[in-house]
Structure formats: structure tokens, C-alpha cells
């Protein structure tokens, strides 16, 4: 059972184009992660969020976490090629699961 | 960042054979651990949660007589995958985190393929 709804499932666009992936439960959680994957490798963490209302920037990515923490957003401005990847939103209680997913596609 | 160590990275076994599969914390000591699965083009899904000296907590649908898990110390836990399958092919990966309710870090993951 996945508890966290990560929409789109696959999105692909043309570089310059800005983003959002949306990470939705209905649960309550103490923090939330996006993870980012490369093909045959192991998540690699972009950031945590922990505060309700929390906005995290990394360069172009910002991470938002939504007031009731049940909730988050990842912006991607002026997407580029070497953004194309998995993108993973996790999150838990005393355990760790993940959201389903975005497949991100950034032509050139 | 901690380091989490996985092995082996890929893994070709014969069908009925068992599999092990390593996951060592090297700079922290971690007493819980997740292990995934991951089938292509999919998200992670969580099989079980490992406990250091306690039994291992099992998702639902996860076969643990299949699925053996030990974490007999601080800083390692095992996956046994036995009497592999075809089916069982997929992407394994555990994590460990360094905290309660911080984030994880990851193995590089396992390949297994059963012929």
C-alpha cells in the first residue's frame, strides 16, 4: 500500500520549461524526502522537509511542504537535460515509503 | 553523508537456489533497515522493516519464509531471497536511516536475476 499519491507518473518537456511534482497523502508526516534516481543505482537524497509550510531551494529545485505535512511539492525552473531521472517523494512514520514516482524527460 | 554499503551489486542465480544479500552501515550504526524492491520502471516498494536483535517486520503480500531477514549487529543486515524464482528477479535495495524520522541512506541495490 502506497501512502503517498506522487503525480504526474511521467512528464516530458523541452528544456528552458519549468515544473511541478506533487506528493500527496492523507497521512501526517514528521518530515518528507525527495530522492532522485539514476537507472541500476540507489535513490540519492535531494532534501528533507520538516516544518509545515517549509520552502527549501537547491539551485532551480524548490521543495515545498505543505502547512499540514500531509503534503509537498518539488518546483524544477528552466529544466535541463541533466534533470531527466526519477524523481521520489518518501516519507513515513517508523518506516519509509515511497511515492510512485515521476519519470522526468528534459529534451533538448 | 552516511554510507550505506550493499552487495554484492548484481547477482545471476539458478532457479531453487537461495541468495543473500548484504547491507552495512559504515560510519553509523543503524538499528533499523528497509529493504525494497523495485521491478522496472516502478517506485520502490517496501518489503520489510529490519529490526536489530528482533524480528523483522514484514509488509503485506511479503512472503517472510521466503524473504529471510537478519540484523544481528548494529551495522549489518541480510536479505535472503530462498528458493529463487524467476518472478523474484528484481531490483533490491536497503536503506538505513541514521535517525528516527530523518532521512535514509541507501544502498547501491542488488540485480537479481533467476534463470
Known amino acids: 500500500t502506497q501512502l503517498l499519491e506522487q503525480s504526474p507518473q511521467f512528464l516530458s518537456i523541452q528544456e528552458g520549461e519549468n515544473l511541478t511534482v506533487y506528493c500527496n497523502s492523507s497521512?501526517?508526516?514528521?518530515?518528507l524526502q525527495w530522492y532522485r534516481q539514476e537507472p541500476g543505482e540507489g535513490p540519492v537524497l535531494l532534501v528533507t522537509?520538516?516544518?509545515?509550510?517549509e520552502v527549501k531551494k537547491l539551485k532551480r529545485l524548490t521543495f515545498q511542504f505543505g502547512d499540514a505535512r500531509k503534503d509537498s511539492s518539488l518546483h524544477i525552473t528552466a529544466a535541463q537535460p541533466g534533470d531527466t531521472g526519477l524523481y521520489l517523494c518518501?516519507?513515513?512514520?517508523?518506516?519509509?515509503?515511497f511515492g510512485a514516482g515521476t519519470r522526468l524527460t528534459v529534451k533538448p | 553523508g552516511a554510507v550505506v554499503s550493499q552487495h554484492p551489486s548484481w547477482v545471476i542465480c539458478k532457479s531453487g537456489t537461495s541468495v543473500k544479500i548484504e547491507c552495512r552501515s559504515l560510519?553509523?550504526?543503524?538499528?533499523?533497515m528497509f529493504w525494497y524492491r523495485q521491478f522496472p520502471k516502478q517506485s520502490l516498494m517496501l518489503m520489510a522493516t529490519?529490526?536489530?536483535?528482533?524480528?523483522?517486520?514484514?509488509e503485506q503480500g511479503v512472503e517472510k519464509d521466503k524473504f529471510l531477514i537478519n540484523h544481528a549487529s548494529l551495522t549489518l543486515s541480510t536479505l535472503t531471497v530462498t528458493s529463487a524464482h524467476p518472478e523474484d528477479s528484481s531490483f533490491y535495495i536497503c536503506?538505513?536511516?541514521?535517525?528516527?524520522?530523518?532521512?535514509?541512506?541507501f544502498g547501491q541495490g542488488t540485480r537479481l536475476t533467476v534463470v
Open positions: 536503506s538505513a536511516p541514521k535517525q528516527e524520522d530523518t532521512e535514509a541512506f
Open positions: 497521512s501526517v508526516f514528521s518530515s
Open positions: 522537509v520538516v516544518t509545515g509550510g
Open positions: 518518501a516519507g513515513g512514520n517508523n518506516d519509509m515509503r
Open positions: 560510519d553509523f550504526q543503524a538499528t533499523t
Open positions: 529490519s529490526n536489530e536483535g528482533s524480528k523483522a517486520t514484514y
